[in-house]
């Protein structure tokens, strides 16, 4: 953004606080005609600003995922790496439960041919693999389990659970079934 014109920097900046509003709104479901409706732009200008909506979706989610990745980076110097990485898989679930669309961000994978680039994904499951190698090495989780297989667990139960009536209690509840049978708690 360095380098545009002050116009220029008004308008991403409205762009981007208006789809913020729109996204926790409606999810992945807002639409870019109305971000642009409501920065009082048109929407070639939020398309200049943000050509996709996985541009304009990553944008949004920036902040929180900084956050994510800052906390993973914290947790991986925890003596206890089964519960650094359930407490973190924990925080990505209510982000992800907090934050509407931020779960369908996260389900993004290039296409073929597509060059693979720095994305919200990709910039969590950086983040996540040392936690992940950290508890495979402690042997608290199964050996071959990635931070993508984790990621995508997370991701498919807050998209599963969203439109249920208590969807934070009910993904809680299949997040605890599903790390029963990655990471059994020890019993002896």
Request: hydrophobic share 45%; proline share 4%.
């Amino acid at each position: 953004m360095t380098g545009q014109r002050a116009d220029a920097r008004r308008n991403y900046a409205r762009v981007l606080a208006a789809a913020e509003a729109e996204v926790a709104a409606h999810g992945a479901k807002a639409s870019v005609e109305q971000i642009a409706r409501r920065a009082g732009v048109g929407s070639g200008t939020a398309r200049r600003h943000f050509p996709t909506r996985k541009a304009l979706f990553e944008a949004v989610f920036q902040r929180r995922i900084r956050a994510l990745c800052d906390l993973a980076r914290t947790l991986s110097g925890e003596e206890d790496s089964r519960a650094a990485l359930l407490g973190w898989l924990d925080e990505l679930l209510a982000y992800s439960l907090d934050a509407r669309g931020l779960a369908d961000t996260l389900t993004y994978v290039p296409l073929d041919g597509e060059e693979a680039q720095e994305s919200c994904a990709s910039a969590v499951e950086d983040a996540l693999a040392p936690l992940v190698d950290k508890a495979i090495a402690d042997q608290v989780v199964r050996a071959g389990v990635t931070p993508h297989d984790l990621l995508t667990l997370v991701v498919g139960i807050v998209l599963a659970t969203e439109s249920h009536p208590t969807p934070a209690a009910q993904a809680e509840r299949v997040l605890e079934l599903c790390i029963q049978g990655v990471s059994p708690s020890r019993t002896s």
